[in-house]
């Protein structure tokens, strides 16, 4: 039973257009992990966060954080073919020092 | 810049065959990670280490050991390869700030 569901499974979109990938689940989380995995590689942190209602920014991304630290969504803004890759979310239950639920990923095409 | 490195990034195994999977990080974690990696079911735990010679069991420890003698190296053992589990092996380490160091994984295929 996955405990952190992502959506879309897949998303293809173009150059330059926005793109929004959701992560879900029942569960309260204390953080909140967004990593990106190339092909071939392994994922790399891209941003954490802790609050409910926090919202960070990362150049061309927004990563939030739900109220009730069950949920977070990242936003893509002119979305570029470097943005390409695998997005997966990651829950740390049990304080800071919990271990990772991750998501299964949302992998993202962007073309030319 | 901190760095994770895995043995090989492919490997050919037997059914049956041990096989050894090692990770190296270089940040001087006491904290390190086996995941395995399989498509629509994201990263699943199989052990991890909070400090040398210590080992918990993660999410799917069955058919798995794990060495952790020294601070920097954490290996995975598959005691007995079954093609169950062909996958993608990614070892990690983390911070205190609970933030995971990959390394570039290991795709094992236990024909």
């Known amino acids: 039973t996955q405990l952190l569901e992502q959506s879309p499974q897949f998303l293809s979109i173009q150059e330059g257009e926005n793109l929004t990938v959701y992560c879900n689940s029942s569960?309260?989380?204390?953080?909140l992990q967004w990593y990106r995995q190339e092909p071939g590689e392994g994922p790399v942190l891209l941003v954490t966060?802790?609050?409910?209602?926090e919202v960070k920014k990362l150049k061309r991304l927004t990563f939030q954080f739900g109220d009730a630290r069950k949920d977070s969504s990242l936003h893509i803004t002119a979305a570029q073919t470097g943005d390409t890759g695998l997005y997966l979310c990651?829950?740390?239950?049990?304080?800071?020092?919990?271990?990772?639920?991750f998501g299964a990923g949302t992998q993202v095409v962007v073309t030319p | 810049d901190v760095k994770v490195t895995q043995s090989s990034r492919y490997l050919v195994k037997r059914t049956g065959e041990k096989v050894f999977l090692e990770c190296v990080q270089d940040?001087?974690?006491?904290?390190m990670f086996w995941y395995r990696q399989d498509p629509g079911l994201g990263l699943r735990l199989i052990y991890f280490?909070?400090?040398?010679?210590?080992?918990e069991k993660g999410d799917i420890p069955e058919g798995y050991s794990v060495s952790r003698e020294k601070k920097e190296r954490f290996s995975l053992i598959l005691e007995s390869a079954s093609t169950n589990q062909t996958s993608m092996y990614l070892c990690?380490?983390?911070?205190?700030?609970?933030?995971?160091?990959f390394g570039p994984g290991t795709r094992l295929t236990v024909l």
């Open positions: 569960s309260v989380f204390s953080s």
């Open positions: 940040m001087d974690h006491e904290n």
């Open positions: 990651a829950g740390a239950r049990g304080g800071s020092w919990g271990k990772l639920q």
């Open positions: 966060v802790v609050t409910g209602g």
């Open positions: 990690a380490s983390r911070t205190v700030y609970n933030e995971q160091f």
């Open positions: 280490s909070y400090d040398v010679k210590m080992k």
